[in-house]
């Protein structure tokens, strides 16, 4: 048979690594599949590390970035860009992922052009519309659009059929975020011999910080910002890292605040093999990001979610997360607690993620091969309740 065209169209770091381990995947069955990657490039330096990560050449590569760009720049730019390279390629269907501006824009050029679209993390809602903004909206439109919808988890799968979306178009499949963890811990990576190196020999404890959403800039952000001055006060043994997005106006808030402060290290975000093993060390992370709450759990490492809402509860209920809010007080108090009471700090590390077991990737394929009629049976689907759920800070000896 000829194989079948797919697409992956994405912009961002987070998008390239979840859609990664689906590349290797759908490069893995090359007589099935002819996988081709279209990137936005939404973001610039963030997304290349990416690309480096997985090996992907793209086919098309927009370059949309701009400086200081605004949500309509992204999405007028990606979608009469995504348009043409459809035009171009003539895939047979389009993968895209989450819920950012390049997902909504990419979903909605295939729909002009009548091309399927599968949506990878699909169903994640905190049912706030400015909250992630403008996240929350892009994944609800993104879904409009779909036509075959990868959950990771049996929640989202729920939230997707409680908006009419058929059963089944929908995967359970876990997050492939989780696939492309395990294969990072694989190759055993280290801080020795890169910019953090000098992370391996701080004493003490270290709290890893990373903040960036558009909805926690000003007030909020200040917040934050003052807990994590009265955390270090409280405990001397504590030294933070954070590496400051690139989003000008979270560099500008993350320098003024916390430029100066005594025990916090800014640094720029490292590539994802330098970041796996810090999270690793860390001994607390605290976040307004997605995709830690998925990773950091299945590291051992307990998440507070900075953040008035999140759209991944697993990880609280399971207890491997905490939604903390933007109110210092609040903050201070759940930090306190972790990093003054034993058996408080270990219960959330031992708790694990609920988000996948790694195999995401290969689900999604043979979702895909379904849909295809390739296969005559639906595929097996992830359920986080058959004790495959991921620890692979304790599986890896990490
Ligand atoms: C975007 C996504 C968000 C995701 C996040 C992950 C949207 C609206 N938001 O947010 O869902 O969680 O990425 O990082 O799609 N910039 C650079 N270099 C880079 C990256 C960004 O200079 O490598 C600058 C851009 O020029 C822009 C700003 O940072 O001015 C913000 O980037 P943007 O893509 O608009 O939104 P993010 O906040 O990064």
Same mark, same amino acid.
């Given at each position: ?17 979840? $859609? ?16 081709? !990657?279209?990137? *936005? ?7 290349? +590390? ?37 035009? +171009? ?10 819920d ?22 699909a169903g994640l809602r905190t049912a706030d519309k400015f909250s992630p903004f403008p996240e929350e909206i892009n994944r609800r439109l993104t879904s409009v $659009? ?7 988890t049996?929640r989202a799968r729920d939230n997707l059929q409680a908006e009419g979306i ?6 359970? *499949? ?15 990576? *280290?801080?020795?011999? *890169?910019?953090?190196?000098? !992370? ?15 909805e ?15 955390? $270090? +006060? ?56 997605g ?14 979610v900075?953040r008035e809402t999140t759209e991944r509860p697993e990880?609280i209920e ?5 939604l903390?809010g ?64 991921? +620890? ?7």
């Amino acid at each position: 048979m000829t194989p079948i065209p797919i697409a992956l169209i994405f912009g961002t770091r987070p998008e390239a690594i979840k $859609l990664g381990p689906v590349w290797s995947s759908l490069c893995q069955r090359p007589e099935v599949f002819l996988p081709q !990657v279209i990137v *936005t490039a939404q973001h610039r330096e963030m997304l290349d +590390q990416m690309l480096a990560v997985f090996n992907i050449t793209p086919t098309v590569d927009l370059d949309i970035m701009q400086p200081a760009q605004s949500l309509s720049d992204i999405t007028t730019n990606a979608l009469i860009g995504v348009q043409q390279a459809l035009a +171009q390629l003539q895939p047979a269907l389009v993968l895209v992922q989450g819920d950012t501006t390049t997902t909504f824009a990419a979903s909605l050029a295939a729909f002009y052009q009548k091309i399927p679209i599968g949506h990878v993390e699909a169903g994640l809602r905190t049912a706030d519309k400015f909250s992630p903004f403008p996240e929350e909206i892009n994944r609800r439109l993104t879904s409009v $659009l779909a036509d075959i919808h990868f959950a990771a988890t049996p929640r989202a799968r729920d939230n997707l059929q409680a908006e009419g979306i058929p059963s089944e178009a929908i995967f359970v *499949t876990g997050n492939p975020v989780l696939d492309a963890l395990r294969t990072i811990l694989t190759q055993k990576p *280290t801080l020795a011999g *890169t910019e953090l190196e000098w !992370v391996e020999e701080l004493p003490g404890r270290l709290l890893l910080v990373t903040l960036h959403r558009r909805e926690n800039l000003g007030e909020p952000f200040a917040h934050i910002c003052a807990a994590l001055k009265q955390i $270090l +006060q409280a405990h001397p043994d504590v030294t933070i890292i954070y590496p400051v997005h690139p989003n000008p106006e979270v560099r500008e808030a993350a320098y003024n605040l916390l430029g100066d402060v005594e025990r916090v290290i800014l640094c720029e975000p490292p590539d994802y093999l330098v970041f796996v093993p810090l999270m690793a060390r860390a001994d607390l992370i605290i976040t307004d990001s997605g995709g830690i709450q998925e990773e950091a759990p299945a590291l051992g490492v307990p998440v507070l979610v900075a953040r008035e809402t999140t759209e991944r509860p697993e990880a609280i209920e399971v207890g491997a997360a905490r939604l903390v809010g933007t109110d210092t007080n609040n903050i201070i108090a759940e930090a306190n607690r972790l990093l003054t009471i034993p058996s408080a700090y270990a219960k959330m590390s031992r708790a694990g993620s609920p988000f996948g077991d790694g195999h995401a990737a290969l689900r999604i394929c043979e979702a895909l091969e379904y849909f295809f009629e390739l296969r005559s049976q639906r595929p097996s689907e992830f359920n986080p309740s058959s004790g495959n759920r991921s +620890q692979e800070g304790t599986e890896d000896g990490q």
